[in-house]
């Protein structure tokens, strides 16, 4: 009842909000429920005057059941099927992940960006979109309005990616593998990979591009471990030496990223009942509920931000989407020629 009465309204907001935007999202896919849901949040929080009574639920909607999706993500992953096809692209993968994250770095000092948006733009673009952005914000402590900011910056670049890729590989000559390979390395987000390598196979019937361009990214999701790992004990380090100067409330536990040890466990649950001879179709409702689970946090992440103050501070965040966009599609083409596979 406590439980109730501290988050029942936020939440319920949150999940009123999101079922209309899961809907459209399925409808849109290149645009995508999350996307829908903090457009509507923004929108929605302008008309709220009081939000005291709602703020527990949304803060926690935005921060547990943000972590909650990304743990349930993990459903998705079958390691050994990973595995199969992962590993040949596992040298374009690493490529465009490094100059994507090589970008962001250099842009940050260039454009004295706050370093939040900087990581989430950097490892939102180079991972997979939304759902890197999920697993890294709380690990860096980014607030909302820096998630929000980052989704917006990575959404732009997806629909143009899924809009022109399709017809770019096919003037670059590219055969069907190799489009595969570009779509799941190049695209940002998971629904926008889809919506490419789907176009592709429209324009060229038989072509199964869409198998090989997602497992290509469920191979790239699969970097969110080490990332969010890698992250984490540098904000602990920044910690340790702030409270080496006084602060004596610094915790590991705090900041270390314990719920991706959880999306670990459902990857290694998942492959090891696969192999048992569990159908995949199982996992489904898992991933189903992954996805609204960050829809909804979403929502909560929209009612939090201030989109005046988002649209006057957005030109930096996409100049560097843009050129983190550039340089992993110059890389993953630049790879796969000289790998052999284009």
Known sequence: ??????????????????????????????????????????????????????????????????????????????????????????????????????????????????????????????????????????????????????????????????????????????????????????????????????????MHPGANALDTATIVKLTRTLAIIPITLVLAFWRTAKMKKAGQKGDGNFSLKKVFPFFILFFVLASVITTISVMAGVNVAFFKPFKELSKFFIVMAMAAIGLNTNIVKLVKTGGKPILMGLCCWIGIACVSIFMQRLLGIF
């Open 1 to 202: 009842m406590n439980f109730l009465k501290k988050y029942g309204y936020g939440l319920a907001l949150c999940l009123v909000i999101a079922l209309p935007c899961w809907y459209l999202g399925k409808l849109l896919p290149v645009i995508g429920g999350p996307v829908f849901a903090i457009l509507a949040g923004m929108v929605i929080t302008l008309l709220i005057k009081d939000k005291s009574g709602l703020q527990g639920g949304i803060t926690f909607t935005s921060k547990k059941i943000l972590q909650y999706a990304v743990i349930l993500l993990g459903f998705g992953m079958n390691l050994s099927e990973i595995a199969k096809v992962g590993l040949q692209s596992m040298p374009i993968i690493l490529s465009t992940i490094t100059t994507s994250l090589v970008i962001a770095f250099v842009l940050q000092k260039l454009l004295k960006m706050p370093s939040n948006i900087s990581t989430l733009v950097g490892v939102g673009s180079s991972i997979c979109g939304g759902s890197a952005i999920a697993a890294t914000a709380p690990v860096i402590g980014a607030d909302d309005e820096e998630i929000a900011q980052s989704i917006s910056v990575i959404f732009l670049f997806n629909v143009i990616a899924a809009l022109i890729f399709p017809s770019l590989g096919g003037l670059l000559g590219m055969t069907n593998e190799g489009f595969g390979l570009f779509a799941g390395t190049a695209v940002n987000d998971t629904s926008s990979v889809t919506a490419a390598a789907a176009a592709w196979d429209g």
